[in-house]
């Protein structure tokens, strides 16, 4: 990970100045994360610990919500990391799911990063890509770590086969990752054809099952992965876990307390998953405590905590904002670099104090 580059580096001594100001476009994001699966990975990781270890600010999320448009919420994330990155920022990301009736992406979004020293912004990134980026590398993190005790999972299913299902797939496969089968299941034929296409596209060769439940799927699968759109749990039973499969519970509220009290549970964040009645949070307001969290991620990293082989294991990621202000960053750095940067060199206006 680099210092600011361009308009925003400075060396120890220099006066503050306000940096330029920078619009990333979703096609530039695009460019400077692909291929850099392992890179970003390793990201993520440092930024687990950054955040363990306390040198970073992740207030909790706030959630814009509509009466006129209950399915739909915009979610901020503001956060600050330090280390290397040093950078302040929120992302600004909407779900819409009715979008997908349209042909549109559920979700859209965009990263505002802030210089260190001036809290002035420095750069705009469209950050969808950056978002499921973040996402996928924090799965593929979790699923390498989680599994370093136990057998390697050689069945996986994904539950929901949306952007997030494609991009965790792509990363998993691209960070060594092989498989002896592919299952799949969604409420969307239209979604199931999609990501079955994605697939044959990817070059993937392992059996591509179709499953008509989560049952089956969940059943046949040694890693699964949820990547659905659901409000409320769904997956009910306990004993579909029997086999103890590792489980990325990605969208957070798919699975109902029951199942989470047969399993060993890791999240990314206490504070942060236990709110906005995730499954998790469900399981609290259950029981009164907290007794059933084994850790989180960067515990397991640092040996703090182990997953057990003769239990299901669930990892139940919130999301949060300093990994995409760690992620934004190194897209910026590697345009910057390029050479790339649009800058608007009249976006700030008036900066004379006293006129």
């Known amino acids: 990970m680099t210092d600011l580059l361009s308009s925003t580096a400075r060396t120890a001594g220099d006066a503050p100045s306000v940096p330029g100001f920078a619009v990333i476009s979703g096609e530039q994001v695009k460019r400077a994360l692909e291929g850099a699966e392992k890179q970003l990975v390793e990201l993520?990781?440092?930024?687990?610990?950054?955040?363990?270890?306390?040198?970073?600010?992740?207030?909790?999320?706030?959630?814009?919500?509509?009466?006129?448009?209950?399915?739909?919420?915009?979610?901020?994330?503001?956060a600050s990391?330090?280390?290397?990155?040093?950078?302040?920022?929120?992302?600004?990301?909407?779900?819409?799911?009715?979008?997908?009736?349209?042909?549109?992406?559920?979700?859209?979004?965009?990263?505002?990063?802030?210089?260190?020293?001036?809290?002035?912004?420095?750069?705009?990134?469209?950050?969808?890509?950056?978002?499921?980026?973040?996402?996928?590398?924090?799965?593929?993190?979790?699923?390498?770590?989680?599994?370093?005790?136990?057998?390697?999972?050689?069945?996986?299913?994904?539950?929901?086969?949306?952007?997030?299902?494609?991009?965790?797939?792509?990363?998993?496969?691209?960070?060594?990752?092989?498989?002896e089968a592919i299952g799949v299941h969604d409420v969307s034929a239209d979604s199931t054809e999609g990501f079955c296409g994605y697939l044959r596209q990817a070059g993937?060769?392992?059996?591509?099952?179709?499953?008509?439940?989560?049952?089956?799927?969940?059943?046949?699968?040694?890693?699964?992965?949820?990547?659905?759109?659901?409000?409320?749990?769904h997956v009910t039973t306990p004993g579909w876990f029997a086999h103890n499969p590792l489980v990325l519970h990605v969208s957070l509220r798919d699975l109902a307390p029951e199942v989470l009290l047969e399993a060993a549970n890791f999240v990314d964040d206490v504070e942060h998953c236990l709110k906005a009645d995730t499954s998790p949070h469900l399981v609290e307001q259950l029981?009164?405590?907290?007794?059933?969290?084994?850790?989180?991620?960067?515990?397991?990293?640092?040996?703090?905590?182990a997953p057990p082989q003769?239990?299901?294991?669930?990892?139940?990621?919130?999301?949060?904002?300093?990994?995409?202000?760690?992620?934004?960053?190194?897209?910026y750095d590697r345009v910057a670099r390029a050479g790339e940067l649009r800058l608007i060199d009249d976006f700030f206006h008036d900066l004379r104090r006293y006129g």
Request: charged share 20%.
């Open 287 to 305: 029981t009164g405590d907290r007794d059933f969290l084994n850790g989180t991620l960067d515990d397991v990293m640092l040996g703090r905590a």
């Open 81 to 179: 990391i330090g280390g290397s990155v040093r950078v302040d920022g929120l992302k600004w990301i909407s779900s819409f799911p009715e979008n997908v009736g349209a042909g549109l992406p559920r979700a859209s979004a965009v990263l505002i990063l802030n210089d260190h020293d001036t809290g002035y912004p420095f750069a705009c990134l469209e950050s969808s890509i950056i978002s499921a980026t973040r996402t996928a590398a924090s799965a593929a993190l979790a699923a390498d770590w989680l599994s370093r005790d136990r057998p390697r999972p050689a069945r996986v299913g994904f539950c929901g086969t949306g952007l997030i299902a494609r991009y965790i797939h792509t990363f998993l496969a691209r960070t060594g990752w092989t498989f």
């Open 204 to 233: 993937a060769t392992e059996p591509v099952t179709v499953h008509e439940s989560a049952e089956g799927l969940i059943r046949s699968s040694d890693l699964v992965v949820f990547a659905t759109v659901a409000g409320r749990p």
């Open 310 to 331: 003769d239990q299901p294991v669930i990892f139940s990621p919130f999301g949060l904002g300093v990994l995409d202000l760690a992620v934004g960053k190194y897209v």
């Open 44 to 78: 993520v990781g440092e930024t687990y610990r950054l955040h363990g270890a306390g040198d970073s600010v992740n207030p909790p999320s706030y959630f814009l919500r509509f009466p006129d448009r209950p399915t739909a919420r915009i979610i901020a994330l503001p």
